[in-house]
């Protein structure tokens, strides 16, 4: 449709989107697709909202529907996001940070002042969020590893562009970190592939080797607990998934752990391991 206005435009958007989207996610979503993609935000819209859309933006927005209609995530639509605050380039090959993994930064801040850690470890780096806050929020020396050679290259690249200084290892879990091993912050892979029927088609266009473990999701963390606990670290925060506390507690002291607590979030959902060695 020829002649519309931002205004008109962008409900008939949010119209759109709810045919495959709940109507308060599609009115947000709506609102972010003209933020992000085109430039304009509300305060645009309610100034100049009656000037008409040109038949290039027109299309452009009929391409991106086409693409979101299929379940595709309209961050990987953009190529960027926004986490704490700040824009983190994403793609197919990573995760799109989600806003819970702000509660293992927290933790882990916290758990660095407590045992005076001054070198860090972010094991599955995928778009490099945990590493990179870290070197811009705190004094620590960071160091970051991935198993995916494709999200490492994204991950550097947001790096650079934040202007902070990681050493970027790849490998599995901690194969390639030299010791010492101080502190490790982590959100591994952890979805239960059972579960799989049961997901969001958006998912699907994220990282498999993101997502999955095997062992009902606890397989990647249970090793990680273990090659922490080997290589002598002295603390350890890990995301987990909702109900994987008990089970994760337990292995954790059967590992060797001294101090383990499990964290919910404000959903009351377990969200974060902290474990630590007493010295
Ligand atoms: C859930 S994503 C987390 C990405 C990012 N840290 C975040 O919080 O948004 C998990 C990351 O772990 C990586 N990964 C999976 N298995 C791994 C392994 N065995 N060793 C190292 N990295 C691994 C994946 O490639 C992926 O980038």
């Known amino acids: ?39 304009w935000g509300r305060a645009r819209i309610i100034a100049h909202g009656e000037e008409l859309v040109t038949e290039d933006i027109e299309n452009q927005l009929a391409v991106w529907l086409d693409r979101r209609a299929r379940g595709e ?28 993994t702000e509660f293992v930064l927290e933790s882990a801040i916290e758990l660095a002042v407590q045992i005076g850690a001054r070198r860090v470890v972010d094991v599955g ?30 991950a550097k690249q947001n790096a650079r562009e934040h202007g902070v ?9 901690l194969a390639s970190v030299p010791d010492p091993v101080d502190l490790v912050v982590s959100n591994p892979p952890y979805v239960d592939p059972k579960d799989k029927a049961t997901l969001q088609r ?52 059967k590992i060797g752990w001294q101090v383990i607590e499990i964290k919910q979030d404000t959903a009351k959902h377990d969200r974060v391991l902290v474990a630590r060695a007493i010295q």
Not at 129 to 154: F, G, H, R, Y
Request: hydrophobic share 45%.
């Open 73 to 100: 995530p309209w961050a990987y639509i953009l190529g960027w996001t926004t986490w704490r605050g700040r824009r983190f380039n994403v793609t197919p090959a990573t995760l799109i940070p989600r806003p819970e």
């Open 165 to 173: 200084n990681i050493t970027w290892l790849s490998g599995d879990l």
């Open 125 to 154: 780096a995928g778009a490099g969020i945990l590493a990179v806050t870290l070197a811009l929020e705190t004094n620590l020396d960071v160091t970051a590893t991935d198993i995916s050679p494709k999200a490492l290259a994204a």
């Open 202 to 253: 958006e998912l699907f266009f994220e990282p498999a080797e993101a997502l999955f473990a095997p062992d009902r999701g606890l397989e990647v963390i249970t090793r990680l607990l273990e090659q922490c606990f080997e290589r002598k670290a002295r603390g350890l925060v890990i995301e987990i998934g909702s109900g994987q506390g008990d089970e994760l507690s337990l292995r954790a002291s």
């Open 1 to 39: 449709m020829q002649n519309q206005s931002f205004t008109s435009a962008r409900r008939a958007l949010a119209e759109k989107l709810s045919l495959f989207l709940n109507h308060n996610e599609a009115n947000a979503e709506s609102w972010r697709w003209f933020e992000e993609g085109l430039g």
